[in-house]
């Protein structure tokens, strides 16, 4: 092996293990759409993520039928960040402004249904969606220097994934210490109710019993 291959195994070894570190960031779904109704994906994301997706219709199933979709993509606090209709293919692409499921929605909107048809829906997300070969030419670099912006994207995407998670970790610790001193207090509040009521009761069973001179 050349000396000067080395470096460039060596990023392209670290990179593939960055990336296996990293939540799934590509994924292609095959949907079967019904005559009517809905079909959905939902994906959780945290912010400040590129998200890139493509849709088409896929006429090879369904030959003698030629339906068109809508689609509807939402925001986990139901901003409508794409929609579509009367389409055979399309394309949408966003950055996460919040963090949640974003959800994409696929009906049939045309006359002719048939019996349903099939839709690919190739959806990418954070250094998935980035299209390194257009940056390589776009900025005029390749070998180590290229490998290297990759793993500093990577490195990059990690570091807001545990950022994230600690921040939702926080987050649920909060809620946690909230409820328990909910449930404390309440636990308290009912010991002294029936603290109370205890009293109450001896109070009006001695009042009885002495009412009727048995005490």
């Known amino acids: 092996m050349a000396p000067s291959t080395f470096p460039a195994l060596l990023l392209a070894s670290a990179a593939a293990l960055l990336l296996l570190l990293l939540p799934p960031g590509a994924e292609a779904v095959w949907l079967e759409l019904p005559p009517s109704g ?3 994906v939902s994906e959780e994301i945290q912010p400040n993520v590129v998200v890139l997706a493509d849709y088409a219709i896929m006429y090879e199933s369904h030959p003698t039928s030629h339906p068109t979709v ?21 394309q949408f692409a966003f950055t996460t402004t919040e ?3 974003y959800l994409a929605c696929f009906w049939i909107d045309s006359a002719e249904k048939g019996s349903g048809t099939s839709l690919n829906l190739d959806w990418k997300i954070g250094i998935a969606a980035k299209d390194w070969d257009t940056i390589a030419k776009k900025e005029k670099i390749e070998g180590v220097e290229l490998e290297l912006r990759k793993l500093e994207a990577a490195v990059e995407s990690i570091h807001h994934n545990l950022l994230y ?10 809620v946690s210490e909230k409820t328990n001193s909910r ?7 009912s010991l002294g109710v029936c603290i ?15 009412k009727k001179k048995l005490i």
């Open 38 to 40: 809905t079909k959905c």
């Open 99 to 101: 963090a949640g499921n």
């Open 196 to 210: 109370v009521v205890s009293v109450l009761q001896l109070w009006h069973l001695q009042g009885f019993f002495r």
């Open 70 to 90: 809508a689609v509807k993509v939402t925001s986990p606090y139901g901003n409508t960040v794409h929609h579509n209709e009367n389409a055979t293919t399309g």
């Open 165 to 174: 998670l600690k921040a939702r970790e926080a987050e649920m610790r909060t």
């Open 183 to 189: 449930v404390a207090w309440f636990s308290i509040l």
